[in-house]
């Protein structure tokens, strides 16, 4: 979650143009004022998949719909409370994990859908861990990406800035968050910055940070993996990597070029609705008590529920140890040459062969 750079947020250069592209949303409403967003698309009839964004807050993109098979399979992409297409964009009121829980099963409902599969990246696998514990009846397998831990270190991985980072960013006077801040206290600071749905000019500074501190851990993931796949003489993988490599660091460069003007523009007006509820939900720790997701984990096992586990070997937003440590309670795992971004193509090849191919 703490990435939370939306998982697959564009279409790789190898993932050939999907029909549709990306569908038009559709809305219910799911109660308190918010209209939950949701698209669906692929084989009206073939196997049922509900797809769940990271974030939260940022919404979920057509390259999501990537590791599926939209011929035979199809998929229902909802863009969870105060995310993407929902309405209110933002909103934080009756903004709860529980609350996204009971909108799923809203949503399946609605569909007349008796079973799905679930496919989750970052602070999504958290999402649908909760979901698959509250209705395991529901769910027919788990294919989970860079699973989130909701843990301390990998909150302050990304809001307490290392010396490293530091020095490749530069330090932000905006930024309200220095060196030994208490986790707690940090968070409390963000959101009442974030709470203004028109910002000032420090609301602003904070959510150009925010996002310039995300890509700057997954560029380093980017970074680590193509060097690896260089050295085991991987060459055309190391390439494929290169190039994501490169464009991000085009979006870098763009993004600090813009870091101090004081127009806002609509990717900040995004920004700030995205960041706002990400603060809440971390401020909150994901509205989940100590060990929730080790217990769903364990029931789920325990309930014969099959459960991938993707995740990237140089993934610097969610460690890896989150999920080589719930695959010792079940399912298998698969650790690709990648970093977080559910498209860095060792990655996107591991999800497709999970997705389309059989459960474990």
């Known amino acids: 979650m703490n990435s939370n750079i939306d998982a697959i947020s564009r279409r790789p250069r190898d993932v050939p143009r999907l029909a549709p592209p990306w569908p038009a949303p559709q809305w219910l409403a799911v109660g308190r004022g918010h209209r939950m967003a949701w698209r669906s698309a692929g084989a009206p009839a073939g196997e049922a998949w509900l797809l769940l964004h990271g974030g939260p807050g940022s919404g979920a993109q057509p390259g999501i719909l990537a590791p599926l098979d939209l011929g035979r ?29 009971a909108d799923l099963e809203a949503l399946r409902e609605h569909l007349g859908w008796e079973r799905w599969s679930v496919l989750a990246g970052s602070w999504g696998t958290v999402l649908a861990l909760a979901y698959a514990k509250q209705h395991p009846h529901r769910v027919r397998r788990l294919v989970l990406r860079g699973a989130f831990g909701l843990s301390r270190r990998e909150i302050g991985g990304l809001l307490l800035p290392t010396r490293p980072t530091l020095q490749r960013l530069g330090r932000e006077p905006g930024w309200p968050v220095r060196s ?49 796949a260089a050295l085991q003489g991987r060459r055309g993988l190391a390439e494929a990597i290169r190039r994501e490599w490169s464009a991000l660091r085009r979006r870098q460069r763009h993004a600090r070029s813009q870091a101090h003007q004081p127009r806002r523009s609509q990717a900040d007006r ?7 509820v990400q603060a809440h939900y971390l401020r909150h720790r994901g509205f989940l008590r100590p060990g929730d997701l080790d217990r769903a984990v364990l029931g789920l ?50 999800l497709r062969e999970r997705v389309r191919g059989a459960p474990p």
């Open 73 to 101: 399979q199809r998929a229902v992409v909802p863009d969870q409370r105060g995310s993407g297409a929902s309405r209110p964009r933002g909103g934080m009121r009756g903004n709860n994990t529980q609350a996204l829980v």
């Open 180 to 228: 030994g801040t208490p986790l707690p206290v940090a968070l409390r600071r963000l959101t009442q910055l974030l709470q203004s749905g028109t910002p000032a000019v420090a609301g602003l500074r904070v959510t150009r940070r925010w996002a310039a501190l995300e890509t700057d851990l997954a560029e380093r993931g980017l970074r680590r993996s193509q060097r690896h």
């Open 270 to 276: 995004q920004a700030l609705a995205k960041y706002r």
């Open 301 to 350: 096992v325990g309930r014969g529920v099959p459960i991938d586990w993707v995740h990237g070997r140089f993934d610097a937003i969610c460690p890896p140890a989150n999920s080589r440590r719930w695959v010792a309670l079940g399912g298998r795992l698969t650790q690709p040459l990648s970093g977080h971004l559910g498209h860095e193509p060792d990655l996107l090849a591991a």
